[in-house]
């Protein structure tokens, strides 16, 4: 994988990076040439006009761009973080000046660079070589700050050694302001699913920066299920050594007044590696904003990619509104293959035309048709406690909003 902390020579040759001056960075127009760096000092609050911003509701989220903010609140301690672990799994508190931490790449964004600044310590999962998980390794962060008067920091390091094979889910629930790191490292020969599930409040607000990296021939499964909260999640995945395999699935329910944005970005830059991105997004609601920037770069030394990304929204309701942009950057002809594709849109009226005319009412058939555009990708998350949870909560958003007649199992009163 490339090098994220910079090659400081092109990025000086750019204007894009400096090293604490106070010029604010230029125009680039690759993610892979972003500027990137460890200290606050790089990386100025934006502004809103930014190419990496200009979906973003800047006042949302200006609270976690500031650092002497963040820092005092991430000491008030109001966000909690349980690890509930099976055999397998080794779990530690590590300081923030271990090794480990931060050999992935540095941050890409002002809230990245808070995130990692202002968290005193990091919780490490690991799963051990050869391990074979029996059940997930669950990490429940719940936040208890409804008034969101601390926003606060986190960072994670998730590791799977060579050999091991597990689960581990992220569980956001309750109220905070919170920028997340989470840095993952799947070892060769090891097979790792990560699923972070944004299950909060809705005065949540959550942004949190993923840098993966795929060594050798191992794979990751990365999951991202948006449900409750305005959220502005940046996957950063990538490879280090030939073989290796990144499957991405993300799904989202944007209700009213919500933003949920989503940047997955991979970086191919070794020979002969995999990978697939796929989201899908259902919006309702007046002012809800669902953000999807999909970036793909197949470098000069990645012969043999084979990739490709996809992001489908199904617009419920007026007033709701998708922006979807995905974008593939090649460096290299000789590869399997490369592609992308995007789509925003209503309701398929030759599926209900076809549901109707066997005799199901119109409602139900609405049910059916939204509930099949979410099955094709939840069925392959592969976790089937996730995949439960995300259907449930599904039905539930339909039935709330009374545009949809929800199944008879689904929950009345309570929050997923």
Known sequence: MTDLRTDHSRATAQGSHSHGAAARPR???????????????????????????????????????????????????????GVDAPDGVVVEELARDDARLGAIGAPVDRTGVVAWAAFPAATAITLSAGARLERAARVAIRGDDAELAHPSAQHLLITAEPGSTGTVILDHTGAAALTQTVEIVVADGAELTVVTVQGWDDAAVHASNHRARVQGRGALKHVVVSLGGDTRIAPDLGFSGEGGRIDAYGVYFTDAGQHQEHRPYVAHTEPHCYSRVTYKGALQGDGAHAVWVGDCLIGAGARGTDTYELNRNLVLTEGAKADSIPNLEIENGNIEGAGHASATGRFD???LFYLRARGIPEREARRLVVLGFFNEIVSEIGVPEVEERLMTAIEHELEL????????????DEQP
Do not use: N
């Open 349 to 351: 009226d030759v599926q």
């Open 27 to 81: 125009y680039v127009a690759s993610r892979a040439d972003r500027p990137t760096s460890f200290d606050p000092a790089d990386i100025p609050v934006p502004r809103g006009r930014e190419e990496e911003w200009r979906f973003t509701p800047i006042k949302r989220f200006a609270p976690l761009f500031d650092l002497d903010a963040v820092a005092s609140g991430t000491r008030a301690g109001v966000v909690s973080t």
């Open 401 to 412: 909003t009374g545009l949809i007649s929800a199944g008879p199992d689904a929950p009345v």
